[in-house]
């Protein structure tokens, strides 16, 4: 069984700065890309930033500039440092990622439990 499990929400003052953790667990053969996703209340869920397993990176143009996705393909794990956080990047963050489980030819998606970013004004 695959599981991505994301760290490191919380509450911070506007201006400061979060990292988020998101580690892939499991029966695992390989990963392609990893990305976190947001969903603030009333609002649908929309793309933050990806990273591939080569180091591409794509980001939200909300977010260019403050945040920085990578990985640690050894570790199967994704991280995201937010900086200069504003009030509107409150929201459940999620980590999603291509897995291949074991023993399957085929990659599928995979979403974590979300963590909970609060920014206060």
């Known amino acids: 069984q695959v599981q991505l499990v994301e760290s490191g929400g919380g509450l911070v003052q506007a201006g400061g700065s979060l990292r988020l953790s998101c580690a892939a667990s499991?029966?695992?053969?390989?990963?392609?890309?990893m990305g976190w996703y947001r969903q603030a209340p009333g609002k649908q869920r929309e793309l933050v930033a990806t990273v591939t397993s080569g180091g591409s990176t794509n980001y939200a143009d909300s977010v260019k500039g403050r945040f920085t996705i990578s990985r640690d393909n050894a570790k199967k794990t994704a991280y995201l440092q937010m900086n200069s956080l504003k009030p509107e990047d409150t929201a459940v963050y999620y980590c999603n990622a291509a897995i291949r489980p074991r023993g399957t030819f085929t990659f599928y998606d995979y979403w974590g439990q979300g963590t909970q970013v609060t920014v206060s004004s």
């Open positions: 499991g029966s695992i053969s390989s990963m392609n890309a």
